[in-house]
């Protein structure tokens, strides 16, 4: 989908956007939300990688309004359901923040 199809958008930035950033973005023609976890782009399958797109999968589903949460690709789930842009977006926040640490190192930050 190109930028003209979305509703609304939420991003989060730091002062560490491959380690910390984050968006969410509602797209107009079905309301399905998009959340991109931008460090995920780096890890594949190796099991740092796999930490953080189990926990942000889980983090996902716990917030209100959530329906179901599938992946869309390597760095971004779908969501179904009527939750919130900033309750997506702070929950996978919170995610790559719980991991930063050992985010740093593995993309060569530390």
Request: proline share 4%; net charge negative.
């Amino acid at each position: 989908m190109d930028d003209g199809d979305c509703d609304e958008a939420w991003e989060r930035l730091t002062g560490e956007p491959s380690v910390r950033g984050v968006d969410s973005s509602r797209w107009a023609d079905d309301g399905t939300w998009q959340v991109s976890i931008w460090a995920q782009e780096f890890f594949r399958g190796d099991p740092l990688g796999m930490e953080l797109r189990e926990r942000v999968v889980r983090a996902l589903e716990s917030v209100e309004g959530v329906i179901r949460v599938a992946e869309h690709d390597n760095e971004s789930w779908d969501v179904y359901g009527t939750p919130s842009g900033e309750g997506l977006t702070r929950s996978a926040a919170n995610v790559v923040d719980d991991l930063a640490g050992r985010l740093r190192p593995a993309l060569g930050l530390a």
